[in-house]
Nanobody
Framework: QVQLVESGGGLVQAGGSLRLSCAAS????????MGWFRQAPGKEREFVAA????????YYADSVKGRFTISRDNAKNTAYLQMNSLKPADTAVYYC????????????????WGQGTQVTVSS
């Protein structure tokens, strides 16, 4: 069993920055890749970014590439999502997830999910 708790969401103006954190507990954090997804109102949940267990492989959705940075600190059992140059289109609930098996961009590849944190970007 893995427990994931996101934090760091909030309200920010367009062009601003936020850093999301995902604290993990319950099993060795360093053994799993981690992913971030988001769900905007009325839309399906979509892939944002993923990082493998060591941090040596990182993947981004095209929509966030160059603006968002995923990272992890295995000593702190925490994954991060640094979000810069935020746009109103980035407004969504952001979820972190622990990878189980398969393609990093697919929701079904993740076995555990956090409760989500709201990010709102005003224009």
């Amino acid at each position: 069993q893995v427990q994931l708790v996101e934090s760091g969401g909030g309200l920010v103006q367009a062009g601003g920055s936020l850093r999301l954190s995902c604290a993990a507990s319950g099993r060795p954090f360093s053994s799993n890749a981690m992913g971030w997804f988001r769900q905007a109102p009325g839309k399906e949940r979509e892939f944002v970014a993923a990082i493998n267990w060591s941090g040596s492989s990182i993947y981004y959705a095209d929509s966030v590439k160059g603006r968002f940075t995923i990272s992890r600190d295995n000593a702190k059992n925490t994954a991060y999502l640094q979000m810069n140059s935020l746009k109103p289109a980035d407004t969504a609930v952001y979820y972190c997830a622990s990878h189980y098996s398969g393609d990093y961009t697919y929701q079904r590849s993740y076995g555990y999910w956090g409760q989500g944190t709201q990010v709102t970007v005003s224009s």
